[in-house]
């Protein structure tokens, strides 16, 4: 039946969220280890929409981040890739992921799965009372970021994790300088990066080595 796992108990689903700029080696270890220690059926990564203004920073396009992240995740039989928040459009919020993820599976139980960095963030927000009522969190440990204890917030689990110092932000810089990023992402995911000419300095760079 629909929603139920092989042992007839209800279907538990973790969801990963990012911006998956380039996706890594830090993002999977986050979703295998959580997946692990929930007994969860499936992960699901949800690569964010393209922000409607680029504050900031230019993101890379909607699709080359989905196909990244289809490419790391394809191996692994409990990974998958939605795009729903790629597809709603616009700066992605938590909120909207998960009413979408309620009404897509009713009869699941979510998990929400997040870095220290992005939990303390969450937090920060108004209305997070909500956030609480459609899924479980569960903050994983990043190295540069503390993780808060949340004590009274009852839904949010803390989860300590092998060490992963990466970041899509060092990624980037990597491009940029032509420094190598093999091993700190997926194979695939170097040799689409370098197919499409992704994070590289403008012409008259050196080429990277990666
Ligand atoms: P950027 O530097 O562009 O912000 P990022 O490496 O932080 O990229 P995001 O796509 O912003 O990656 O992160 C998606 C989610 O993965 C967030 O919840 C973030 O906290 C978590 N995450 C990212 N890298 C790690 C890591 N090395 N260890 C644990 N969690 C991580
Ligand atoms: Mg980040």
Redesign the pocket.
């Known amino acids: 039946p629909a929603g139920a796992g092989s042992e007839g108990r209800r279907r538990r689903l973790g969801i990963?969220?990012?911006?998956?700029?380039p996706i890594?080696h830090?993002?999977l270890?986050?979703a295998s280890e959580v997946a692990a220690e929930y007994s969860l059926d499936e992960v699901i990564f949800v690569p964010t929409g393209e922000p409607w203004q680029k504050a900031g920073r230019r993101v890379t396009s909607a699709e080359h981040r989905y196909l990244l992240t289809v490419i790391a995740t394809a191996s692994n039989p409990r990974f998958s890739v939605s795009r729903v928040d790629i597809d709603r459009g616009g700066t992605t919020y938590t909120i909207d992921t998960l009413r979408d993820f309620r009404a897509m599976y009713s009869d699941a139980d979510l998990f929400f799965?997040?870095?220290?960095?992005?939990m303390a963030q969450i937090m920060s927000w108004k209305n997070v009372e909500e956030l609480w009522e459609l899924a479980h969190f569960v903050s994983?440990?990043?190295?540069g970021y503390r993780s808060e204890d949340f004590g009274r917030a009852e839904n949010i689990s803390l989860m300590e994790?092998p060490a992963?110092?990466?970041?899509?932000?060092d990624l980037r810089a990597r491009g940029q300088a032509g420094d190598p990023v093999w091993y700190l992402v997926p194979d695939g995911v170097v040799q689409y990066i370098n197919k499409h000419k992704l994070y590289q300095a403008g012409p008259g760079a050196r080429p990277s080595d990666a």
Do not use: K, L, Y
């Not at 990963?16 to 700029?21: I, L, N, P, S, V």
């Not at 994983?140 to 190295?143: C, D, E, G, K, W």
């Open positions: 990963m969220g990012g911006t998956f700029d890594h830090g993002h270890v986050a799965i997040t870095g220290a960095d992005a994983v440990t990043r190295p994790i992963m110092a990466i970041s899509s932000t």
